[in-house]
């Protein structure tokens, strides 16, 4: 009898690690499905970088301010510039991995097209910082090293 008592509470030992093993992936899972870009985005402000380290910051305003709008496979972004009375909008597709976003612009305000058709091209590669509600697009150079990261936090 004993016997059996015991292979029982091992039995139900184990059961029970692997229902919290299998609790703890979908847990998981549903955490990642959170940090998404899909939604309305705000952009808060911005950092230079030198050597890698935050040079300065400088927050959005009134007068300045950039929306950028994600779907499940398209992005659209809306810059105001009050002191500026260019236009400054584009559109386009991307792609994202835990750390990386890839925006391919399709097309743009006549600025934006003109960036686009010149010698930058449509294709942007930025590090990605994502949480919830937050992320950073970070823009490198050539060596990897990080030179602006516009900082973003969710509105919708």
């Known amino acids: 009898m004993r016997l059996f008592i015991t ?14 093993s299998k ?3 979908i847990d998981a899972q ?10 309305v985005w705000e952009m808060v402000g911005y950092y230079n970088y030198r050597n890698n380290k935050i ?8 007068s300045y301010k950039q929306i950028k709008i994600y779907t499940p496979t398209k992005v659209m972004w809306s810059r105001l510039n009050k002191l500026d009375s260019t236009d400054y909008f584009g559109y386009g597709d991307y792609k994202t991995t835990d ?8 097309f ?3 600025v934006v097209n003109k ?3 010149g010698d930058h091209g449509h294709h942007f590669y930025f590090e990605l910082e994502l949480d919830k509600n937050k992320f950073s697009q970070i823009e490198l150079d050539e060596n990897g090293d990080r030179i602006l990261a516009e900082n973003y936090m969710r509105i919708e």
């Open 30 to 39: 549903a955490a990642k499905k959170q940090h998404t870009l899909i939604g």
């Open 99 to 106: 750390s990386t976003l890839h925006e391919n612009l399709v």
């Open 23 to 25: 609790n703890q992936h």
């Open 55 to 62: 040079l300065d910051s400088f927050m959005s305003s009134d």
């Open 115 to 117: 960036f686009i058709d």
């Open 7 to 20: 292979a029982a509470l091992v039995f139900c030992l184990i059961f029970s690690c692997k229902t919290d």
């Open 108 to 110: 743009g305000s006549n």
